[in-house]
T-cell receptor, first 114, second 115 residues
Framework: ETGVTQTPRHLVMGMTNKKSLKCEQH?????MYWYKQSAKKPLELMFV???????ENNSVPSRFSPECPNSSHLFLHLHTLQPEDSALYLC?????????????FGPGTRLLVL | GESVGLHLPTLSVQEGDNSIINCAYS??????FIWYKQESGKGPQFIID?????DKRQGQRVTVLLNKTVKHLSLQIAATQPGDSAVYFC??????????????FGSGTRLQVQP
């Protein structure tokens, strides 16, 4: 185990549903990330939080809404998704320093949008 | 966690052989590199890292080589085992000039170990 947990592990939702993905890290890290991994593209960075502040949003559609209440928890709120949003959503955390940024990943949430 | 639709380069080796997975990185300013392993149904798992002031670093059964001249990184796995079958990603870490660092992932290589 990497010290990063994600729930649920699998999720099926309709396009009109609202759901949330949860990530928790037990590593004492100060940064957390959401990535999307789909069948047709490499790993795509979605959001970055440093010390609970969002520092990066890689042109992600507004139907994805992140929330970081503290440095250990990260949520991804989903609403009115499209079938092309079906993918593996990965959470990661790191302890940023001036010289390194090794990210540790959770197991992911496999999302299917019908 | 496999990129089924993505055309990943595939390396097929016999159990017990050594494996070499290659990666070309793009940013000459990158100063820290990481190899990840992703098994089916799991998230990427940290394997080994190397800083740009080093050419080689060894771990348990794995060795990473860095050639900054040609911006090339390789992962060598000794005595490959069936459990090594996975997709392997390299990642480069660069200072973004804003006080934070950015991690850029490659598209991955699939390693298949034949028994």
């Amino acid at each position: 185990e990497t010290g990063v947990t994600q729930t649920p592990r699998h999720l099926v939702m309709g396009m009109t549903n609202k759901k949330s993905l949860k990530c928790e890290q037990h590593l004492g890290h100060n940064a957390m990330y959401w990535y999307k991994q789909s069948a047709k593209k490499p790993l795509e960075l979605m959001f970055v939080y440093n010390f609970k502040e969002q520092t990066e949003n890689n042109s992600v559609p507004s139907r994805f809404s992140p929330e970081c209440p503290n440095s250990s928890h990260l949520f991804l709120h989903l609403h009115t998704l499209q079938p092309e949003d079906s993918a593996l959503y990965l959470c990661a955390s790191s302890q940023n320093s001036p010289t390194t940024e090794t990210q540790y990943f959770g197991p992911g949430t496999r999302l299917l949008v019908l | 966690g496999e990129s089924v639709g993505l055309h990943l380069p595939t390396l097929s080796v016999q159990e017990g052989d050594n494996s070499i997975i290659n990666c070309a990185y793009s940013n000459s300013a990158s100063d820290y590199f990481i190899w990840y392993k992703q098994e089916s149904g799991k998230g990427p798992q940290f394997i080994i890292d190397i800083r740009s002031n080093m050419d080689k670093r060894q771990g348990q059964r794995v060795t990473v080589l860095l050639n900054k001249t040609v911006k090339h990184l390789s992962l060598q796995i000794a005595a490959t085992q069936p459990g090594d079958s996975a997709v392997y990603f390299c990642a480069e870490n660069t200072s973004a000039g804003t006080g934070r660092r950015a991690l850029t992932f490659g598209s991955g290589t699939r390693l298949q170990v034949q028994p």
